[in-house]
């Protein structure tokens, strides 16, 4: 399959399912976070997406791998706040976080090498 748009990339849609994650993790979350942790692992989720997208529109290799290091960075973001809202009691289990979080790293590594 050609890969006409960034929705055609395996590592965006798995990126878009792990940008769900966390709606719905942190609905449960202390009112006092809504601002804090809340926000931010919601906005570290949503940068991994987006990145990816914003990187493929730009067409050029260079700045598509600058787009794709910032989508990593977002995402070990939220893999931290994951693991500090589990410490905190916030959440029951990482895992269902953590494990799509995996994945998306290793697509992004494989994808920046690609372009390298």
Request: charged share 25%; glycine share 6%; proline share 4%.
């Amino acid at each position: 399959m050609a890969i006409l748009s960034y929705r055609d990339l395996d590592v965006w849609q798995l990126a878009m399912d792990v940008a769900a994650l966390p709606y719905s993790s942190t609905r449960a979350f202390p009112h006092d976070e809504r601002f804090g942790l809340t926000a931010q692992m919601r906005r570290a989720a949503v940068s991994v997406a987006s990145n990816i997208a914003e990187g493929h529109g730009a067409r050029l290799p260079k700045r598509y791998a600058y787009h794709l290091a910032i989508a990593r960075g977002s995402l070990s973001e939220l893999e931290t706040q994951t693991i500090l809202a589990e410490r905190l009691g916030y959440l029951d289990d990482a895992t269902p976080l953590l494990g799509p979080c995996d994945r998306v790293s290793r697509m992004l590594s494989a994808l920046r090498r690609r372009l390298e």
